[in-house]
């Protein structure tokens, strides 16, 4: 069996350990089954993954093409939305002030700690677990295992019961993952060589964090060379971004005559971004179907959807 850390949110931060990398292994390994460790059947069927572990985006089509089963065996997944109510419940008191300021200082180094270059080789790395084992020991320490943690221990106690004699990748939150290595040691990362997807989804995640300090002209060729629909939208973004709006329209309209269904999240960004070029151009009227269309999905972001509703009721001006 091996262990993979799934980053949430941040695998876009990550070049050498981004969605593509985490799939890459998986071909390699070609387990029969991935379990996700960090995921009940409920919470899978509800799509409430969409938000906090997008790397399910690229791993559900990946195994759905290749006949590869995937198992949620985290049955109180319920349970990691405690967390949340504690930090809520915390803040109604003013007397409770110095633990939010704890927990403040907790998500500050954890944060600093996966700012850091992160890869398969580091993320396996004793110096990387102790470092991240420390920072949670100390927490548990002073706020308990319950729910502060969500019911961390808990529930992977009941994941490790669920995995006994199974074969398989199992996929997990990185906190999870640390715990569940005390039950299934690994002998270090599993083999892994970067691949060209990886290149391309590092290039399309700096695209979507795009900075002033990133060479635009240069980034807007090496997207027209991969010239996905996502690479696409993402090119039309930076010229937005520059001013140039009605050349992001004319590449909008080819995105438009593609498939851009995945990744997932790709829909709603690119109805929501079109409503509003639209706008700009004054087709007033197309603007409002994409807003329309927006809503119309079964799942959006809900940046697309505050963009959509936004729209809707007052045209976008730059």
């Known amino acids: 069996m091996i262990l993979l850390p799934s980053l949430g949110p941040l695998h876009i931060l990550h070049p050498r350990y981004n969605a593509a990398t985490v799939l890459a292994i998986l071909e390699a390994a070609n387990p029969p089954v991935v379990y ?9 069927a509800e799509g409430t993954w969409r938000e906090e572990d997008p790397l399910l985006f690229h791993l559900l089509p990946w195994a759905e093409a290749r006949g590869v089963p995937v198992v949620p065996v985290d049955r109180e997944a319920h349970l990691k939305g405690e967390a949340e109510a504690f930090r809520e419940a915390l803040a109604q008191y003013p007397a409770a002030r110095p633990h939010l300021e704890r927990l403040a200082a907790f998500d500050r180094d954890l944060s600093a700690l996966l700012q850091r270059p992160l890869t398969p080789e580091r993320l396996y790395a004793p110096e990387f677990l102790g470092e991240l084992g420390a920072l949670y020991e100390g927490f548990v320490r ?21 995995l006994k004699g199974r074969e398989g990748a199992v996929v997990a939150d990185l906190l999870d993952f640390l715990l569940l290595l005390e039950a299934f040691p690994q002998e270090g990362p599993p083999p892994h060589r970067p691949t060209e997807a990886e290149r391309v989804r590092a290039l399309l995640d700096r695209a979507w964090l795009l900075k002033e300090e990133d060479d635009w002209g240069a980034l807007v060729e090496q997207l027209f060379a991969i010239g996905s629909p996502e690479a696409l939208y993402l090119a039309a ?5 520059s001013g140039q ?30 409503g509003q070029l639209l706008d700009l151009a004054g087709e007033r009227e197309r603007a409002l179907r994409a807003y329309r269309g927006v809503l119309a999905l079964s799942w959006a972001p809900e940046e697309a959807r505050a963009v959509a509703l936004a729209g809707l009721k007052t045209p976008f001006r730059l």
């Open 142 to 162: 002073t706020f308990g295992e319950g729910p502060a943690t969500g019911f961390r221990a808990r529930r992977v106690a009941g994941v490790v019961e669920a």
């Open 245 to 274: 709006w009605e050349d992001a329209l004319a590449l909008m309209e080819e995105v438009f005559r593609m498939d851009f269904q995945h990744p997932g999240y790709l829909p709603g960004y690119v109805l929501a971004r079109m």
């Open 237 to 241: 973004q930076v010229y937005l971004a």
């Open 36 to 44: 996700l460790a960090s995921h009940s059947e409920a919470s899978l």
